[in-house]
């Protein structure tokens, strides 16, 4: 497992999945002709990720491109996506379909997962080439869910606020982040770096909270209230389904992770009346 996989299974980890990475999923010969690799290896992901409370399967594919170009929208759509062979897994409708298929049929003779429970394949990109509105339209469209940068850093400074975890992102974390979000709302110059400023990584100007901050699951941060929340030391904002525009308030610690509660099946928003 490299270093970005990592610190990807250990956010998601932090947010309630069970994680299992470099996942071999044992095709039969009649799946590697299907996908025309009759003499391919067993099929291996990055990470393999499941929430019990959400019944939700992912696949997380993980490129970290942080000292390149990053991640195109082309790659995914346009003359040149069916060529594409860094994202097989995407490109390939047939190969997807066959691999997802076998690894659903795989976790649940394991005991991992409920019968029906259906795989959903996602990318934790590091960084996206130019504007990645299309990128997330095309992600969107397909069904797919896309783990962007300010969901990575939004995971981190959670990490941050945490008792002691053995873990490199975690130790990572606290070293840079927990004098600036310390019990008392003191902050130093520490900060996290984001792509267009420098945003000070306390309790009160989290990453996460910032009015157009949109995590995972297209939910957008409004603007913040000022009412008490009900997590400790916590206030409510208000958050916009990028889906179906419905608007409910979120304690802030929940932004990063938050699903619609209309259309994705969240939990209840918090009243902002």
Known sequence: MDSFEQLVATVLDRAGYWVRTSVKVNLTREDKHATGRPSAPRWELDIVAY?????????????????????????????????????????????????????????????????????????????????????????????????????????????????????????????????????????????????????????????????GFTNANAQTVVRPTGLPATDHGQSIYVLRCGHCSEEYGANGSDIWLRKCPKCQGGRPGLSIA
């Open 51 to 211: 929430s019990g409370r959400e019944n939700e399967l992912l696949v997380v594919e993980c490129k970290s491109y942080l000292d390149s170009a990053g991640v195109r929208a082309a790659s995914f759509d346009g003359p040149k996506a069916a060529k594409e062979t860094r994202y097989k897994l995407f490109s390939d409708e047939l190969l997807r379909r066959v691999v997802l298929s076998r690894l659903e049929t795989q976790l649940v003779e394991q005991g991992f997962c409920p019968a029906g429970t259906k795989a959903r394949l996602c990318l934790a990109a590091g960084n996206i080439h130019g504007d990645p509105v299309p990128l997330r339209a095309i992600f969107d469209a397909k069904g797919w869910k896309l783990f962007e940068r300010s969901w990575l850093i939004s995971g981190l400074e959670a990490l941050a606020t945490e008792s002691y975890e053995n873990s490199v992102a975690s130790i990572v974390a606290k070293l840079l982040l927990r004098e600036v979000v310390s019990p008392r709302g003191a902050t130093t110059s520490a900060a996290v770096e984001d792509d267009d400023d420098t945003v000070p990584a306390t309790r009160g100007s989290g990453y996460s909270t910032r009015p």
